[in-house]
Nanobody, 124 residues
Framework: QVQLVESGGGSVQAGGSLRLSCAAS????????KGWFRQAPGKEREAVAAIYTIGGTTYYADSVKGRFTISQDNAKNTVYLQMDSLKPEDTAMYYCAAGMGRGGPFDPYEYNYWGQGTQVTVSS
């Protein structure tokens, strides 16, 4: 089992920045990929960014490329999502997920463990 706890969400104005954190505990060796997903009211969940624990390869959705940066501190079992130049359309609940990522870093079915989420609200 892997437990994931997100933090760092909040309310900012457009153009502002936030940094989300995802602290993992438990059997962290059972996952090799961490991803950030988001879901806005009335919309489907979408992948935002992902990173492989070994090698550190990163992936980004086109909608956030150039604005968001995913990183990890393996010693702390923590993954971060630095979000810059935020837009109102980035408003959503953001979830951290952990899995093996064999089927692709943006396939939600590849993730076995999910956090409770942290709310990000961007006002215009």
């Amino acid at each position: 089992q892997v437990q994931l706890v997100e933090s760092g969400g909040g309310s900012v104005q457009a153009g502002g920045s936030l940094r989300l954190s995802c602290a993992a505990s438990g059997n962290t060796y059972s996952s090799n990929c961490k991803g950030w997903f988001r879901q806005a009211p009335g919309k489907e969940r979408e992948a935002v960014a992902a990173i492989y624990t070994i090698g550190g390869t990163t992936y980004y959705a086109d909608s956030v490329k150039g604005r968001f940066t995913i990183s990890q501190d393996n010693a702390k079992n923590t993954v971060y999502l630095q979000m810059d130049s935020l837009k109102p359309e980035d408003t959503a609940m953001y979830y951290c997920a952990a899995g093996m990522g064999r089927g692709g870093p943006f396939d939600p079915y590849e993730y076995n463990y999910w956090g409770q989420g942290t709310q990000v609200t961007v006002s215009s």
